[in-house]
């Protein structure tokens, strides 16, 4: 596996196998590719997460001390791993995760830049909810948010080169990446 100087995170261009930096050795984890949408096709490839998590959201209040209804579910996230601002990171990684389409065996292509470790990808994840949360209508005060991952795994995305940026394979989003 080849690497840059700051990846944590690694695809195999042989066998696709995923691996993480672990404290003393690679440490495998399961990997899998997300297919392009009919009519894009992947130029190159850039590490993600795929994580199912428990999310569970209560204690809602709004501003005037009201209790509104939380909610709990099991939801797919699909969070890029790769160095993104946080403005592309987010709706990408939003993008991402309603779409988050068939899945295939990782490429036997390049798929390097692997930065963000799964305990960050669910701080992402918190952070998602919570602005989600935000958002609703209801003059939101305070939330507690928890976030149990189930399973997880290293997952190659697919991008195409559009001008100076990338456009996903999946969801069309353009965004500012290398």
Same mark, same amino acid.
């Not at 005037?64 to 209804?69: E, K, S």
């Not at 995305?157 to 990446?177: N, S, Y």
């Given at each position: ?52 998590? %428990? ?41 991402? *995760? ?39 209508? %209801? ?8 976030? *149990? ?13 559009? %001008? ?15």
């Amino acid at each position: 596996m080849t690497a840059g100087p700051h990846d944590i995170i690694f695809l195999c261009r042989h066998c696709g196998s995923g691996a993480v930096l672990g404290d003393t050795e690679l440490e495998l984890v399961e990997s899998t590719a997300l297919l392009p949408v009919p009519g894009r096709r992947a130029m190159l490839w850039r590490p993600g997460w795929s994580i199912e998590a %428990d999310v569970v959201v209560d204690d809602r209040r709004g501003i005037g001390g009201r209790v509104t209804p939380g909610w709990s579910s099991l939801r797919k996230f699909i969070i890029p791993a790769f160095s993104l601002d946080l403005q592309d990171l987010t709706p990408l990684a939003r993008a991402l *995760s309603s779409a988050a389409g068939t899945t295939r065996e990782v490429p036997k292509e390049p798929c390097q830049g692997g930065t963000l470790d799964l305990v960050d990808a669910l701080v992402f994840i918190r952070y998602l909810i919570v602005g989600a949360e935000v958002e609703r209508p %209801d003059d939101l005060a305070t939330v507690r948010v928890e976030i *149990s991952a189930v399973n997880h795994r290293i997952v190659a995305l697919p991008f195409q080169k559009h %001008d100076e940026r990338l456009r996903c394979a999946v969801t069309g989003t353009i965004i500012r990446g290398k």
